[in-house]
């Protein structure tokens, strides 16, 4: 299967997201150019190449997306998938299983997503935009609840390849992931319905600025729905308006940047103007849910912990803990 954009440019203008497509084929050109991303040239063929298997059952709400369940194919297939599949390594965000290959991904993305999704309004007919949202594991489960849309804006080409891999077996299914950074958004959208931002604003060197991005994307009267690390305060220090940045690497991460408390958070949401900002659920991250697996096989949480105290990071810091809040426009 060609991977193409028709079809979202097609779609775009009919939408209440219909600015999104300004400039997009320029950008999406940018985002996938093989002369900034040197692999894309030995990615790009693989997605083409992946064998076709006719029409293969799914299941958007399963934890696995349990690809072709039901559909057999033989060993020698079902090992030549494996290998391909391989060259999108290393898998972060998942898991998926795939015609009985299973991809155990670095991370339980489906605990993330048994956390959040209890406690946001339905997404059924709703326009969805995930941001940061790696191989677009959450973006599926977001078209299992019934969204109308879902877009998944991910700088990382890696990541937009291990989403056409997917999309190769179960088609568009209304997701649609742009090889975008938030910030190439254009900044008058105003059209999504719910907007979620997970991982991402850790990353950020100007969070606000962050949340003024995600809040030029939202319709009002739209939902966001924030996950982040959050820290304590120091003993002693008043939490509201305390955040963290790390003297240099926090877990072994080059690019993380503010840490806020829940209270500076909350704080940050209120004065970029979201209104009924709710903490729905804080979480120190397992070494069950971030490990090394055989579909990432670089060091994982483990390796970027105390190895005496798992509370800490190795560079002493409160060990990564997420919040996830959700607010209103
Ligand atoms: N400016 C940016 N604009 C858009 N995306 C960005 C930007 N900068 C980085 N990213 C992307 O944001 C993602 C963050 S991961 C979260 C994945 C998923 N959401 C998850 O919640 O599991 C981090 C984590 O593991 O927490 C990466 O894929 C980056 O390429």
Known sequence: MKITFDDILEI?????????????????????????????????????????????????????????????????????????????????????????????????????????????????????????????????????????????????????????????????????????????????????????????????RSPIDHLYQLKACMKQGSELVLETLVVNAPEGTDPNGYSLVPKDRYAQMRNVWFLPTVETLIHWMQRVGFKDVKVVDVDQTSLEEQRQTEWMNYQSLKDFLDPDNVNKTIEGYQAPTRATLIARL
């Open 12 to 204: 775009l203008p009919e939408t209440p997201i219909a600015r999104l497509a300004e400039g997009l084929p320029e950008k999406i050109a940018h985002g996938l150019s093989e002369q900034r991303w040197a692999n894309l040239k030995k990615w790009i063929p693989v997605v083409e190449n992946l064998p076709d298997f006719g029409e293969v059952d799914f299941d958007l709400n399963a934890h696995d997306l349990a690809i072709g369940k039901n559909h057999s194919i033989s060993e020698e297939q079902r090992q030549a998938l494996e290998e391909q599949l391989k060259s999108f390594m290393p898998w972060r965000k998942g898991p998926f299983s795939v015609m009985g290959v299973d991809i155990n991904t670095e991370w339980r993305s489906d605990w993330k997503w048994d956390r959040v999704a209890p406690h946001i309004s339905p997404l059924k007919y709703r326009y969805v935009l995930d941001v940061g949202c790696g191989s677009g594991y959450h973006c599926w489960r977001m078209a299992g609840e019934g969204a109308q849309m879902v877009v998944g804006v991910e700088p990382s080409p890696l990541s937009n390849m291990q989403y056409w891999a997917m999309r190769h077996f179960i088609g568009a299914n209304n997701v649609y992931m742009l090889p975008l950074t938030l910030e190439e958004v254009p900044a008058n959208v105003a059209g999504f319905d719910t907007v979620f931002s997970m991982g991402v604003l850790y990353h950020r």
